[in-house]
């Protein structure tokens, strides 16, 4: 899993305008800075929301970056994943809570991609990648991993992940 940074000040405030608002300019811009951590040989999959979540929200900020990057990058973009059914949102919620929200939402749809990238607004416990990592992988993936614009580990968490230079 590869981040631009810690979700806190100007990062934070970016992901909540991405997510809340759905600022076109801002998915763009954040594509060009997560850029960088792609290869060629790559195929971009935006982590889904639900059917009703995303009708209530209007758009999914997932899909946004994911399109902004496929654009900039010229990689593939496949609609991989989707979530079979709601959940509650993972804000507030454990570790232990969050897996166990998550568990089962994710149903990998074909055709399936070889070295899949994950791509997110944040990381927390990181529950919600690893799901749709393992309906991925279950269906054939060979290889997963993850560009979120910003990670937010609990307070319990010991080491961040890598950043983006």
């Known amino acids: 899993m590869r981040a631009l940074g810690p979700h806190q000040g100007a990062l934070a405030q970016a992901v909540h305008q991405l997510k809340y608002r759905a ?12 850029q960088p951590a792609l290869t060629p040989d790559q195929t971009l ?8 979540r ?15 990057l496929a654009r900039g990058s010229g990689l593939p973009l ?4 989707a979530r079979t059914r709601p959940t509650r949102s993972q804000v507030g919620l454990s570790a232990a ?5 998550v568990q089962g939402a994710f ?11 994950l791509i997110d607004d944040v990381m ?23 560009l979120v614009v910003a ?4 307070p319990t968490a010991r080491s961040a992940p890598p950043q983006i230079a």
Not at 23 to 34: I, P
Not at 45 to 52: A, E, K, Q, R, Y
Not at 125 to 146: D, I, P
Request: proline content about 9%; hydrophobic content about 50%.
């Open 107 to 117: 149903v990998a749809l074909p055709p399936i991609p070889a070295r899949a990238v």
């Open 23 to 34: 600022v076109a300019d801002l998915a763009r811009e954040l594509a060009t800075r997560l």
């Open 54 to 68: 995303e009708r209530e929200r209007g758009f999914n900020q997932a899909q946004l970056l994911a399109v902004a």
């Open 78 to 81: 496949a609609r991989a994943l």
């Open 45 to 52: 999959v935006p982590v889904p929301l639900h059917p009703d």
């Open 124 to 146: 927390t416990t990181g529950a919600t990648l690893r799901e749709c990592a393992r309906a991925l992988r279950q269906e054939g993936a060979q290889q997963v991993s993850a």
């Open 151 to 154: 990670f937010a580990p609990l």
């Open 97 to 101: 809570a969050r897996r166990q929200n």
